[in-house]
């Protein structure tokens, strides 16, 4: 067994030249080495490494660590094998060929081994567990062990057959660690392994030097991320996006913008993503847009922001990839963009899968979004969520505590709540609850004939939009809790029975709003800058006078949404005039051009304005392809239902596109369709219409037309109209 006599800062001093442990280490590793069951819950960046590594190389035989990351296998192996000549690291995984898996064997076989990285389908081949049943087995570490369980946010099947291999190899001690997991997750995991009896090991899961805020996601949002990293020039970042298009496209995005910045994804070269993780360790780019799977075999301490494109699938994967950002204790930003119909799109890819595994995504979802739109303390919520309490009012670091809102008495609310959870026999989760009291009638709830009950709809006068926030607050107060057992089931507490019995004053803040239309903020943290009024209207006395001039509507000569964005971020040459909104190369040709950007030039100059460099956001060419081909096809004169259907477009979605491509400036002639689909003098009247119009409003146009022409027909008209006179 474990060289006891030996002692354990020594032997820490010895082999990684560390002074002292972190936390519970030492504990931990006394714990292993006298060969008992150990489970440890530690956030990422606490030292849970070290806990099975140190122990593996003072006792005897080789321990096993099932681990389901090649990359950060090959990555300790190579710490380990440096810091000691007495143990050896190993691994065995897919990677290898027949002559290393050999030498593997030969250096277990012969003592030298002190510990094995293995991955879950390699430990469960038949030839590795015949090899294994000979050797010596220290102990068994479980890395990653969250993946065990299916409401862990990364779980993995051929995880859960680990504990029958193990019975199979031999009996020796387990130790799980994870970095995530509620008391729902700990309570699989230790069941699944049959280590009921573990001594348990929890940390803190409280990262008081990370700030938490949630922004809504609005069609600015690439924007709203350059200007947040050139605020902070030089600092490392991870941004994390769903779908590997998307990392592609923002990764292009940001090089444009003079970012140094690189893709990640499982979709490229293997080769590919190992230079990219050095040229982030080493500092040769400063951000990485990546997938989930980027992070997890990364040790970089000094990472200084985490910002996520779209909203997690789970607050146990929010919390572990936010935690990658500050390890070293220092400044650690963590900016996460949300809009629920990114919640409906998540919600969609569950379609299809085991009805079991929807209704788990979809409650790790709704803990997402209660995070999300929430006005509590996210610090607060985020540990209550990992069955930590967290007892101060005001963490000052992140954006709800920093911008509180108003709170509302609500002991009226939390009373019903209370009343109907008892009376529904704590059977049900607080959609239903809701339902419940405010009185609907909806399937589920006339299947139970709970419309019967004296109870239903007690609560149908109070504001809807409150029950959400009351229900949420209470979990934090202690009123109520979900049952471990059977998740998301509502109980009474005993704070919450003496609360039925003895009502008190309950205050609780509503939940933001992220509503379609949200408006943005005009200032915050990451740097937006509010449209400056005073020379927005000399643009558009500008526009007027150059309308007036060319006898054309002042709307052909810039839209009102290219004006606005011209006073917000003052492009003062023609180059960057061709990265606002509606402007392209055909418009910056245009004489007139020039005098727009000459006046905002001026206007800067003479109000000592300093612009940002990060306000003249370069964008991508999207859909350029598609634009291209487009143009060649009316070039040569194809019907545009015609093209629609080549480039799998609704004939909308073409117009969208032709729109688009005149209002930036390039001239389309598209008289030969017009000749084809419409009537000449119907042609004449909308053009006509829009000669004479102050503006190219569709609406207001059906409101003129509509009786007589279609919509298809005024768009296609106001674009012959809009490349005639404005391009």
Known sequence: MAKNNQNLTEALKKYFGFDKF????????????DGKDTFVLMPTGGGKSLCYQLPSLLMDGTAIVISPLIALMKNQVDVIS????????????????????????????AGKTKLLYVAPESLTKEDNVEFLQQAKISFYAIDEAHCISEWGHDFRPEYR?????????????????????TDKVRTDIKKNLGILDAVEFKSSFNRPNLYYEVRPK??????????????????????????RKKVEELAEILKANDIKAAPYHAGLESGLRSQTQDDFLMEKIDVIVATIAFGMGIDKPDVRFVIHYDIPKSLEGYYQETGRAGRDGGEGMCITFYAQKDLQKLDKFMEGKPVAEQDIGRQLLAETAAYAETSVCRRKMLLHYFGEEYTQDNCHNCDNCLHPKTKIEAHNLLSIILSAVHALKENFRSDYVIDFVMGRETEEILAHKHQNHELFGSGEDEDKKLWNPAIRQALIAGYLKKDVENYGLLKLTSAGKKFMKHPVSFMIVEDHEFSEDYDLPTEHDGGMSALDPTLSAMLKDLRKKVSKKLDRPPYVIFQDVSIEQMATDFPVTLEELK?????????????????????????????????????????VAKKSILKVKIIQAIDRQIALDDIATAQGLEFEELLDEVEA?????TKLNIDYFLEEVMDEDHVDDIY????DSDTDSLEDALKELGAECSEDEIRLVRIKFISEMAN
């Open 22 to 33: 972190k936390g519970d280490q030492e504990a931990i590793i006394q714990n292993v080495l």
């Open 82 to 109: 440096a810091m000691s000549e007495e143990g050896t690291a190993h691994y065995l995984n897919s990677s290898l060929n027949k002559a290393a898996i050999d030498q593997v064997k030969a250096d277990i076989m």
């Open 161 to 181: 057959r680990i504990r029958p291999i193990i019975n199979e190899i031999g009996k020796a001690p387990v130790i799980a660690l994870t970095a995530t997991a």
């Open 218 to 243: 609005t069609m600015d949002v690439d924007k709203d991320i350059i200007r947040f990293i050139k605020l902070h020039p030089g600092k490392s970042g991870i941004i994390y996006c769903l779908s």
């Open 579 to 619: 990265n606002i909104q509606g402007v392209g190369e055909g418009k910056v040709k245009q004489p007139y051009a020039k005098e727009f950007v000459d006046l905002i030039k001026r206007y800067c100059e003479e109000n000592e304005i300093e612009r940002q460099a990060d306000m003249r956001v370069r964008t």
């Open 661 to 665: 491509i005149v209002y930036s400036g």
């Open 688 to 691: 006509d219409y829009f000669a």
